[in-house]
C-alpha cells in the first residue's frame, strides 16, 4: 500500500484528512477536518474505519449537516449502535425515532401494547373481508330459518355496509363505524337499526375465529343514536273488523283465511312482530292456557316470553287450530296486506303492533307490563303509545269477535295517531 500521507478525502469542496501516526510502535489514524473556524481531530486505529469515518463526514460536511457532526464520543457510538440495531429492519434511524415519539404521546408502555397487539394477530384464525363475512352470515341466517323480512333486511343494511367498508373486519374501530352511521343522514331510529345490524354481525364474526375471542368488538362500544321518535298510525276498531271478516276467496284474492286470521289475531290483539309470528309452530299455542310462547330463537330481542291471549283472541283462533305447522308462512302476510289494498283500508306500517300497543297500554294502565308482553322497554313502550287511544276505544278493540263483528264495524272513530314524547 502506497504510504504517502496524508490521505485526503473529498465531497463536493469538501476535504477531509487522515494522518497516520506512531503510537507505541503501532500506527493509528487521525482525522482532521474544520467544523467552521474549529479543527476538529478524531483518532481511530484501523485505516479502513477511519476511512469509511472520513467518507462520512466529508459527505455531512457537503450537504451541510454540521450538527450531526458536532456529537460527543458517547452519542457518536450510541448513532452506530442505533443504526447497527436498525439494518436488519431496513428502517431509517430517524423514521424509528419518529414513531416512537408518537407512539409514546399516546401514554402507554410501548413493548407491552406491541405484544399485546401481536397475541391479538395470532389468535385471529383467518382474516376475512366485510363482505366476505357478510354472505356467510346471511347463509348461515338462511340456513336457520329465518324470515325473508328478516334475511332482505340484513342484506340491505349490511350489504351498504359492506359496500362502503371495503377492508378486513378486524381492521375497523369504533370511530369508523360511528362516522359511518352518522353519514347515512337517517333519523334515529333508522340509524339504530344499522347499528343493531352491524353489531349482531361482528358478533357473529367473532364466533366465526374471525376477531379476537373474549374481547369486545368494536360494534359493541357504538353509542345509540337519539331517537325523537315520530307518527305511529294504528287501524281502528272497524277497520280491524273488516280485515278479520274479508273472505279472500270472495274477493278473488290470494291467501287463506287459517293463515291470515291468526297473522292478524297474534299482532292486533297480542302484539307479536311480523318476524316473530311468521316463525311461530302452532305448538308455540297454548289455546288451553290462553298463552302464546315466544321462545329466544324465534324473538327479535333473542329473549324468551310468554304472551297471555285474551277471549276474543281464541275465540278468533280457535277455527284454524293445528296440532302442528306454521302459523302463518311469510306470504300469506303479503296476501294479509293486498287485501286490505283490495277493501281500501291503509296499512300503517307496524299498524298491528302498534295497534296493539296503543290499545293494551290504554287498557291496563301499566307500561312495565305491556313492555313484559311486547318484549320492549317501559321507556318505549310510554314514549311511543301514552295517550294515543283512550279507554273507551280499547274496550271496543278488544270487544271485536267472531260473533259480533259487524257491531264494531258501525263504530266511527278518527285514526289515531301520536307523537312520541320524551
Given at each position: 500500500?502506497?504510504?504517502?500521507?496524508?490521505?485526503?478525502?473529498?465531497?463536493?469542496?469538501?476535504?477531509?484528512?487522515?494522518?497516520?501516526?506512531?503510537?507505541?510502535?503501532?500506527?493509528?489514524?487521525?482525522?482532521?477536518?474544520?467544523?467552521?473556524?474549529?479543527?476538529?481531530?478524531?483518532?481511530?486505529?484501523?485505516?479502513?474505519?477511519?476511512?469509511?469515518?472520513?467518507?462520512?463526514?466529508?459527505?455531512?460536511?457537503?450537504?451541510?449537516?454540521?450538527?450531526?457532526?458536532k456529537?460527543?464520543?458517547?452519542?457518536?457510538?450510541?448513532?452506530?449502535?442505533?443504526?447497527?440495531?436498525?439494518?436488519?429492519l431496513?428502517?431509517?434511524?430517524?423514521?424509528?425515532?419518529?414513531?416512537?415519539?408518537?407512539?409514546?404521546?399516546?401514554?402507554?408502555?410501548?413493548?407491552?401494547?406491541?405484544?399485546?397487539?401481536?397475541?391479538?394477530?395470532?389468535?385471529?384464525?383467518?382474516?376475512?373481508?366485510?363482505?366476505?363475512?357478510?354472505e356467510e352470515?346471511?347463509?348461515?341466517?338462511?340456513?336457520?330459518?329465518?324470515?325473508?323480512?328478516?334475511?332482505?333486511d340484513c342484506?340491505?343494511?349490511?350489504?351498504?355496509?359492506?359496500?362502503?367498508?371495503?377492508?378486513?373486519?378486524?381492521?375497523?374501530?369504533?370511530?369508523?363505524?360511528?362516522?359511518?352511521?352518522?353519514?347515512?343522514k337517517?333519523?334515529?331510529?333508522?340509524?339504530?337499526?344499522?347499528?343493531?345490524?352491524?353489531?349482531?354481525?361482528?358478533?357473529?364474526?367473532?364466533?366465526?375465529?374471525y376477531?379476537?375471542?373474549?374481547?369486545?368488538?368494536?360494534?359493541?362500544?357504538?353509542?345509540?343514536?337519539?331517537?325523537?321518535?315520530?307518527?305511529?298510525?294504528?287501524?281502528?276498531?272497524?277497520?280491524?273488523?273488516?280485515?278479520?271478516v274479508?273472505?279472500?276467496?270472495?274477493l278473488?284474492?290470494?291467501?287463506?283465511?287459517?293463515?291470515?286470521?291468526?297473522?292478524?289475531?297474534?299482532?292486533?290483539?297480542?302484539?307479536?312482530?311480523?318476524?316473530?309470528?311468521?316463525?311461530?309452530?302452532?305448538?308455540?299455542?297454548?289455546?288451553?292456557?290462553?298463552i302464546?310462547?315466544?321462545s329466544?330463537?324465534?324473538?327479535?330481542?333473542?329473549?324468551?316470553?310468554?304472551?297471555?291471549?285474551?277471549?276474543?283472541?281464541?275465540?278468533?283462533?280457535?277455527?284454524?287450530?293445528?296440532?302442528?305447522?306454521r302459523?302463518?308462512?311469510?306470504?300469506?302476510?303479503?296476501?294479509?296486506?293486498?287485501?286490505?289494498?283490495?277493501?281500501?283500508?291503509?296499512?300503517?306500517?307496524?299498524?298491528?303492533?302498534?295497534?296493539?300497543?296503543?290499545?293494551?297500554?290504554?287498557?291496563?294502565?301499566?307500561?312495565?307490563?305491556?313492555?313484559?308482553?311486547?318484549?320492549?322497554?317501559?321507556?318505549m313502550?310510554?314514549?311511543?303509545?301514552?295517550?294515543?287511544?283512550?279507554?273507551?276505544?280499547?274496550?271496543a278493540?278488544?270487544?271485536?269477535?267472531?260473533?259480533?263483528?259487524?257491531?264494531?264495524?258501525?263504530?266511527?272513530?278518527?285514526?289515531?295517531?301520536?307523537?312520541?314524547?320524551?
Amino acid at each position: 500500500m502506497k504510504t504517502d500521507w496524508p490521505k485526503v478525502i473529498r465531497s463536493g469542496s469538501v476535504t477531509v484528512k487522515i494522518y497516520q501516526v506512531p503510537n507505541n510502535g503501532y500506527p493509528q489514524h487521525v482525522i482532521s477536518y474544520y467544523l467552521g473556524t474549529r479543527r476538529v481531530r478524531k483518532v481511530i486505529t484501523e485505516f479502513s474505519e477511519a476511512k469509511e469515518e472520513a467518507e462520512r463526514i466529508a459527505k455531512r460536511l457537503s450537504r451541510g449537516d454540521q450538527e450531526a457532526l458536532k456529537l460527543t464520543g458517547t452519542d457518536s457510538l450510541a448513532f452506530v449502535q442505533a443504526q447497527r440495531l436498525l439494518k436488519p429492519l431496513n428502517m431509517p434511524l430517524l423514521a424509528a425515532i419518529e414513531e416512537y415519539v408518537e407512539a409514546k404521546k399516546l401514554g402507554v408502555p410501548l413493548l407491552p401494547a406491541a405484544k399485546l397487539y401481536a397475541n391479538r394477530q395470532k389468535a385471529v384464525v383467518a382474516r376475512k373481508t366485510v363482505s366476505e363475512i357478510v354472505e356467510e352470515f346471511l347463509q348461515t341466517k338462511r340456513a336457520d330459518g329465518m324470515s325473508k323480512a328478516y334475511l332482505i333486511d340484513c342484506d340491505h343494511r349490511l350489504g351498504r355496509f359492506a359496500k362502503d367498508m371495503k377492508v378486513e373486519i378486524g381492521t375497523i374501530d369504533t370511530p369508523t363505524i360511528m362516522a359511518w352511521l352518522r353519514g347515512l343522514k337517517l333519523s334515529g331510529r333508522s340509524q339504530n337499526n344499522f347499528r343493531a345490524q352491524i353489531k349482531s354481525l361482528f358478533l357473529f364474526a367473532r364466533s366465526q375465529g374471525y376477531l379476537v375471542k373474549n374481547e369486545p368488538t368494536a360494534a359493541e362500544d357504538l353509542s345509540l343514536a337519539k331517537d325523537r321518535g315520530g307518527e305511529i298510525g294504528i287501524f281502528k276498531s272497524a277497520e280491524f273488523a273488516q280485515l278479520l271478516v274479508a273472505d279472500p276467496v270472495k274477493l278473488k284474492m290470494l291467501g287463506k283465511r287459517k293463515y291470515i286470521v291468526p297473522y292478524l289475531i297474534l299482532g292486533g290483539f297480542a302484539g307479536l312482530r311480523h318476524a316473530e309470528i311468521t316463525r311461530l309452530d302452532w305448538q308455540d299455542i297454548n289455546l288451553e292456557e290462553k298463552i302464546v310462547h315466544v321462545s329466544a330463537a324465534k324473538a327479535k330481542t333473542g329473549s324468551r316470553r310468554i304472551v297471555p291471549l285474551c277471549d276474543n283472541a281464541i275465540a278468533w283462533l280457535t277455527p284454524h287450530r293445528e296440532t302442528k305447522g306454521r302459523v302463518c308462512p311469510d306470504d300469506e302476510t303479503r296476501n294479509a296486506r293486498e287485501i286490505s289494498r283490495k277493501i281500501k283500508i291503509e296499512w300503517p306500517k307496524n299498524g298491528l303492533r302498534h295497534s296493539y300497543g296503543s290499545y293494551r297500554l290504554a287498557q291496563v294502565k301499566s307500561a312495565p307490563q305491556v313492555a313484559l308482553e311486547m318484549g320492549n322497554s317501559p321507556q318505549m313502550v310510554f314514549a311511543h303509545y301514552r295517550q294515543v287511544v283512550t279507554e273507551t276505544e280499547a274496550i271496543a278493540w278488544f270487544a271485536i269477535s267472531p260473533e259480533h263483528p259487524k257491531n264494531i264495524i258501525q263504530i266511527e272513530q278518527p285514526r289515531s295517531s301520536a307523537r312520541s314524547s320524551h
